[in-house]
Every structure is written in structure tokens, then in C-alpha cells.
């Protein structure tokens, strides 16, 4: 463990919050304490340091990846590339992000880092090369590089099973929800979820996959409960496409008025996005169906 990594980062995210070593030892350490961590001379206590990561607002094993990982702001760089990259359905520019890494020590040589090559190239070789086997089995491979049997999933092994759910909705939906019942048995288990997006994302693709079931009712409360878990954490991510959704479900059930409420306020949401892809559709949807009301 790198203890001059970590105390660096702790002195310059302090400073970012503007907080002055008294005041980060407040309720925590003493001064003295703080000071000497940041130098490198010592290393604190796992709570002790569970505490200044929460005052400094991150998450404790940020600290610990700096402990262990050399250049982990380089890592992070192509982690955020690769996302950008993913979320704009822009594979082939990912793959190759990951095949100029894929000889890096620094990804070769710790599996945590891997595993997030091998991650974004399982994606690629459903997306853009068709090929489900390899990308099946390459997702696999990503997840038992970090995972143990009879251990809970980390949030990440949880991103690559909700990518191969995804896969397997393009190909079984049977297989698809069974992906994804595992996920939901394994975030259950999770004492604190990092990035609430994945329950987000968990829930939205359920209610896809039930609605293509004919399993209406199931779909829209997997909805409502992924709405108010929106609300609750202040976000609109995937909002839109969960009133959408609910809206298709009661257009579904024959119920074209409840269906055409819960669309506007898609468009509402989508408006806030300047989704305008979104919003035509459903206006053209709403039409359609105000015309059987």
C-alpha cells in the first residue's frame, strides 16, 4: 500500500473542500493525526479513514485503489472514455480505446482494471460483430475476474451481468430475466449502493422484459417502484422512459386515456433532456391514441 499516494490525494481533496486540517479531524482524529497522514507517516485506521473519505465526500475505496493501483488517475481517464463512448453507442471507437490498452501493464497486470477492458470488448462483440457466444463468454470472464462464488457481487460485476441481461433481451427473453432476478438477488444483499443508477436501470429492464411476457401488471409496478426511487434520489435518469413505458403498459391494458397521461409527462421529462428523438415519437403515439379516446 502506497500510504504517500493516499495522503497526497486526502491534502488535495481537502483543500478542493476548502477545509482546513482542524477542521477535517473535527469529530474524527486530531490534527496532528490528519497531518501526519497526509506526509505518508501513517496510515489510518479503516474507520478512521471510512470517516474522512465520508467528510470529503467520496467513496472509501477510492482511497484504497490509490493505495494499490499506480496512476490510477490514468485508469479513471479511460474508464470515463469508455463510458462516454458506451452510453453514445459509439463501439467502434470504444474497441479501440480497449485494444490500445489491452497491452498496458497497467490494465494487464491487475484484474481489476482488466476486467473493465474486457467488459466494454464483450459489449462490442454483440453490438458490432454479432457474435453472442464470444461476447457471453468474454462478459463472463470480465465478472470471475473479480468475482468469487458465494461472494456478494460488487457494483461493477453487477454493470457487466445488467450488460449481458441486455444482450440476452436481443436474444431470450426468458434467459434475459433470469440475468436479471440474479442481479436484483445480489443488490439485495448490498449493504450501500454507490451508483443508484444500477437500480435504476435493474427495474426499467425488468418492466421490459414482463411487458414482452405479457406480463403487464408485473411491468408497471417494476415502473412505479423505479419512479419513486427516482424522485427519491433527485434524479431524472431514465425517467422519461419509465412513464413511457407505464404509458405503453396501459395502452396495452386498453386503457388509452391513463396511457396518454403518463406520455405527456414523458415529454415533460424529455423536454428537460432536449431529447427531441423521444419526444416526436410519443407526440405521434399520443395522437394516435387521443384518437380512440
Given at each position: 500500500?502506497?500510504?504517500?499516494?493516499?495522503?497526497?490525494?486526502?491534502?488535495?481533496?481537502?483543500?478542493?473542500?476548502?477545509?482546513?486540517?482542524?477542521?477535517?479531524?473535527?469529530?474524527?482524529?486530531?490534527?496532528?493525526?490528519?497531518?501526519?497522514?497526509?506526509?505518508?507517516?501513517?496510515?489510518?485506521?479503516?474507520?478512521?479513514?471510512?470517516?474522512?473519505?465520508?467528510?470529503?465526500?467520496?467513496?472509501?475505496?477510492?482511497?484504497?485503489?490509490?493505495?494499490?493501483?499506480?496512476?490510477?488517475?490514468?485508469?479513471?481517464?479511460?474508464?470515463?472514455?469508455?463510458?462516454?463512448?458506451?452510453?453514445?453507442?459509439?463501439?467502434?471507437?470504444?474497441?479501440?480505446?480497449?485494444?490500445?490498452?489491452?497491452?498496458?501493464?497497467?490494465?494487464?497486470?491487475?484484474?481489476?482494471?482488466?476486467?473493465?477492458?474486457?467488459?466494454?470488448?464483450?459489449?462490442?462483440?454483440?453490438?458490432?460483430?454479432?457474435?453472442?457466444?464470444?461476447?457471453?463468454?468474454?462478459?463472463?470472464?470480465?465478472i470471475n475476474l473479480t468475482h468469487y462464488k458465494g461472494k456478494i457481487m460488487l457494483e461493477r460485476e453487477l454493470e457487466i451481468l445488467l450488460a449481458l441481461g441486455t444482450i440476452y433481451f436481443k436474444e431470450d427473453i426468458n434467459k434475459a430475466l433470469e440475468v436479471f432476478e440474479e442481479i436484483k438477488g445480489h443488490l439485495q444483499l448490498l449493504p450501500h449502493l454507490n451508483d443508484y443508477t444500477i437500480k435504476t436501470r435493474l427495474y426499467y429492464n425488468i418492466a421490459r422484459v414482463l411487458t414482452r411476457l405479457n406480463r403487464i401488471e408485473e411491468s408497471n409496478k417494476y415502473c412505479e417502484d423505479a419512479i419513486k426511487w427516482c424522485l427519491h434520489k433527485d434524479s431524472v435518469f431514465l425517467l422519461g422512459e419509465l412513464h413511457y413505458q407505464t404509458g405503453y403498459n396501459l395502452e396495452l391494458l386498453n386503457k388509452p386515456e391513463d396511457a396518454v397521461r403518463y406520455m405527456e409527462k414523458a415529454i415533460v421529462v424529455f423536454d428537460l433532456q432536449q431529447d427531441l428523438k423521444h419526444i416526436q415519437f410519443i407526440q405521434n403515439r399520443i395522437k394516435e391514441l387521443s384518437a380512440l379516446i
Amino acid at each position: 500500500m502506497d500510504f504517500t499516494a493516499v495522503g497526497k490525494k486526502i491534502k488535495e481533496l481537502r483543500k478542493t473542500s476548502g477545509l482546513s486540517q482542524e477542521e477535517l479531524a473535527h469529530g474524527i482524529c486530531t490534527q496532528a493525526q490528519i497531518s501526519k497522514i497526509e506526509k505518508g507517516d501513517v496510515f489510518p485506521y479503516a474507520s478512521t479513514l471510512y470517516q474522512i473519505s465520508q467528510k470529503l465526500g467520496v467513496d472509501v475505496n477510492y482511497f484504497f485503489d490509490i493505495g494499490t493501483t499506480p496512476r490510477l488517475d490514468y485508469v479513471q481517464e479511460v474508464f470515463q472514455q469508455l463510458q462516454i463512448l458506451r452510453r453514445s453507442v459509439k463501439y467502434e471507437e470504444m474497441m479501440d480505446i480497449v485494444k490500445a490498452e489491452l497491452d498496458n501493464p497497467l490494465f494487464l497486470q491487475n484484474n481489476k482494471n482488466l476486467q473493465l477492458l474486457l467488459w466494454h470488448k464483450g459489449i462490442y462483440l454483440y453490438e458490432v460483430e454479432r457474435n453472442l457466444s464470444k461476447s457471453v463468454e468474454t462478459l463472463k470472464e470480465a465478472i470471475n475476474l473479480t468475482h468469487y462464488k458465494g461472494k456478494i457481487m460488487l457494483e461493477r460485476e453487477l454493470e457487466i451481468l445488467l450488460a449481458l441481461g441486455t444482450i440476452y433481451f436481443k436474444e431470450d427473453i426468458n434467459k434475459a430475466l433470469e440475468v436479471f432476478e440474479e442481479i436484483k438477488g445480489h443488490l439485495q444483499l448490498l449493504p450501500h449502493l454507490n451508483d443508484y443508477t444500477i437500480k435504476t436501470r435493474l427495474y426499467y429492464n425488468i418492466a421490459r422484459v414482463l411487458t414482452r411476457l405479457n406480463r403487464i401488471e408485473e411491468s408497471n409496478k417494476y415502473c412505479e417502484d423505479a419512479i419513486k426511487w427516482c424522485l427519491h434520489k433527485d434524479s431524472v435518469f431514465l425517467l422519461g422512459e419509465l412513464h413511457y413505458q407505464t404509458g405503453y403498459n396501459l395502452e396495452l391494458l386498453n386503457k388509452p386515456e391513463d396511457a396518454v397521461r403518463y406520455m405527456e409527462k414523458a415529454i415533460v421529462v424529455f423536454d428537460l433532456q432536449q431529447d427531441l428523438k423521444h419526444i416526436q415519437f410519443i407526440q405521434n403515439r399520443i395522437k394516435e391514441l387521443s384518437a380512440l379516446i
